[in-house]
């Protein structure tokens, strides 16, 4: 199956700084990716759907000043966590659809994940 | 307030007995997965299901879409302790974007 990958796995840092997580497809191209987020013991609330070649649209209640996605190639999305504090500790997954052409059945390759915790 | 209600939340049973988790919404889907995690992994994709009323077998799990497309029933039959795991489904209305239900905590005890 397709191969998507999320680094780095975890990351530790100081209030007030910044953070880049990176999700890349290995062996496809994905023009949309979305992130999610997982607090420990509950299930993923998708975050914002990330376009190639566009901005990023955030579902309801994501503040995109404060999660900067930026999808610089058809294998690559980024997510900045600005000046993040500690209530932004959290797992961060992507995932990306494989658009095999009109074969689209839909299914989401995720990452390993980025565990992010801010002190 | 999640778009996809699972239950139960938490179930802890003995090896060898059979389950059924839920996951219901007011919502109509377009498709509905599920998927089972793994503490500190990314999803793992089960099965996808489009139609309503679709049945999907995967060799001990049987997966039911509602005639609705509303909700969606996972059935385990003969749990085994590798069944451990998070069990989240997750709905679609556009065979794209995927919402993921609020999860079930499943504990299989050898």
């Known amino acids: 199956g397709a191969v998507v990958s999320q680094h780095p796995s975890w990351v530790i840092c100081k209030s007030g700084t910044s953070v880049k997580i990176e999700c890349r497809s290995l062996d496809f191209q994905a023009t949309t990716m979305f992130w999610y987020r997982q607090f420990p013991k509950q299930s993923l609330m998708l975050m914002a759907t990330?376009?190639?070649?566009?901005?990023?649209?955030?579902e309801q209640g994501v503040e995109k000043d404060k999660f900067l996605i930026n999808h610089a190639s058809l294998t690559l999305s980024t997510l900045t966590v600005t000046s993040a504090h500690p209530e932004d500790s959290s797992f961060y997954i992507c995932?990306?659809?494989?658009?095999?052409?009109?074969?689209?059945?839909?299914?989401?390759?995720f990452g390993e994940g980025s565990r992010l915790t801010v002190l | 307030t999640q778009l996809l209600e699972q239950s139960p939340q938490f179930l802890s049973i003995q090896e060898g007995e059979n389950l059924t988790v839920y996951c219901n919404s007011s919502s109509v889907f377009s498709s509905l997965q599920w998927y089972r995690q793994e503490p500190g992994e990314g999803p793992v994709l089960l099965v996808t299901?489009?139609?309503?009323?679709e049945v999907k077998k995967l060799k001990r799990l049987t997966f039911q879409f509602g005639d609705a497309r509303k909700d969606s029933s996972l059935h385990i039959t003969a749990a085994q302790p590798g069944d451990t795991g998070l069990y989240l489904c997750a709905g679609s209305y556009n065979f794209n974007k995927f919402y993921f239900g609020s999860g079930t905590k499943l504990n299989v005890k050898p």
């Open positions: 990330s376009n190639e070649g566009s901005k990023a649209t955030y």
């Open positions: 299901v489009v139609t309503g009323g």
């Open positions: 995932s990306a659809p494989e658009e095999a052409g009109l074969a689209n059945t839909g299914e989401l390759f």
